[in-house]
């Protein structure tokens, strides 16, 4: 079964740090780019940041550029997202999500998803 | 930057009814569109990808047209399990992947 698992969220003062981890299972996470996306309470989809399958390649959103790291580590499966110099407005559901191209279109979209980790940032 | 804007906010309807749903791109997308489906307390699910291409498991009552900047889902007879908040997003930019605000689905 394909599974994707997040952790590391948590409440933090704002221009904290705090470093969110994506656990991948079921497939070859090697094969595969990733992507963060969040969700503010209540608010809906953002996308953050996208990262190729070698790591090579990385595109933020404006609103987080300079001051998140998204990395992978293939040996490990692992997926991750740096979070410095947090504000309130970053408070969110971080949810990873696999890019999984669709071989008859050769499109890329988002599937499976992670159950998502929550990440507060407030004084 | 493409945004997205969806209709209507709030879609409330009964069971067994039919839902149209609207989502329109500031400038054209081709057919890099996608719908998303998501229930309270749950990750986001694929439901249709390239406007028009239901994902695997997908019920037949979901079905997706349009491109350029006009996209439509239907759900054809409302479900219980379908009452649900969707997003549209596109990736006519790819790897960037803007959604829209959503359309929540609710029981009149």
């Known amino acids: 079964e394909v599974q994707l698992v997040e952790s590391g969220g948590g409440f933090v003062q704002p221009g904290g740090s705090l470093r969110l981890s994506c656990a991948a299972s079921?497939?070859?996470?090697?094969?595969?780019?990733m992507n963060w996306v969040r969700q503010a309470p209540g608010k809906g989809l953002e996308w953050v940041s996208y990262?190729?399958?070698?790591?090579?390649?990385?595109y933020y959103a404006d609103s987080v550029k300079g001051r998140f790291t998204i990395s992978r580590d293939n040996a490990k499966n692992s997926l991750y997202l740096q979070m410095n110099s947090l504000r309130p407005e970053d408070t969110a559901v971080y949810f990873c999500?696999?890019?999984?191209?669709?071989?008859?279109?050769?499109?890329?979209?988002?599937?499976?998803w992670g159950q998502g980790t929550l990440v507060t940032v407030s004084s | 930057e493409i945004v997205l804007t969806q209709s209507p906010a709030t879609l409330s309807l009964s069971p067994g009814e039919r839902a149209t749903l609207s989502c329109r791109a500031s400038?054209?997308?081709?057919?890099?569109l996608a719908w998303y489906q998501q229930k309270p307390g749950q990750a986001p699910r694929l439901l249709i990808y390239?406007?028009?291409n239901r994902a695997t498991g997908i019920p037949a009552r979901f079905s997706g047209s349009g491109s350029g900047t006009d996209f439509t889902l239907t759900i054809s007879s409302l479900e219980p399990e379908d009452f649900a908040v969707y997003y549209c997003?596109?990736?006519?930019?790819?790897?960037?992947?803007?959604f829209g605000p959503g359309t929540k689905v609710d029981i009149k």
């Open positions: 999500a696999r890019d999984t191209k669709f071989a008859v279109a050769g499109t890329y979209w988002f599937d499976p």
């Open positions: 079921g497939f070859t996470f090697s094969s595969y780019e």
């Open positions: 990262i190729s399958t070698s790591g090579s390649v990385i």
């Open positions: 400038q054209s997308v081709s057919s890099y």
């Open positions: 390239d406007a028009s």
């Open positions: 997003q596109q990736r006519s930019n790819w790897p960037l992947g803007t």
